[in-house]
């Protein structure tokens, strides 16, 4: 539900409650007060989550299960696609003059909070993280693939240069053998 005071400008239900009886107290209640708040009442198995801002009270009706991160995104959310759609007519809006356009993006919004796991930002960015975290592992283990090639590479390479060293005294020797063996031969 999305209200200016007491004036409920919209409203959308995807269940059969009586939940629109109780939004309607809190809106009562919450009417006392003029400055911006976020708040949570419990109601049988369900918790009701205002956010005030601005003179618009935003409502949304959630179980318990859905904790407070994912219900405030929601109504942080239809506030601004509220007011970004509706502007200065909410301040002379009727009452549920706006209901039959918006009901709909809050429905959308209902579906996409409760069933994309993208649409909570902390899960996001703890599959963000997690992504990040296994590319790191994957680098540090190539990493420590290639240390390894190095060293073998480095070891085959002081091999190397000690076997053509022998080979190169070795040769030199041959080579002297082989100048004397032919100077005693002329």
Partial sequence: MVARGQVVLTEFSATQTNASTVARQILEKMSQGNNDSNSSFSHDRYIFHVKRADGLTVLCMADDASGRRIPFAFLEDTQQRFVKTYGRAIQ????????????????????????DPNADRLNR?????????SVMIDNIEKVLERSNR????????RSMQGNSLRFKTQSHRYKNTMRWSNCKIT
């Fill in 92 to 115: 002379s809006a009727s009452p549920y003059a706006m209901n039959e356009e918006f009901s709909r993006v809050m429905s959308q919004q209902m579906d996409h909070f409760s069933t």
């Fill in 125 to 133: 960015l703890k599959g963000e993280m997690s992504q990040v975290r």
């Fill in 150 to 157: 190095l060293e073998l590479l480095v070891e085959k390479t």
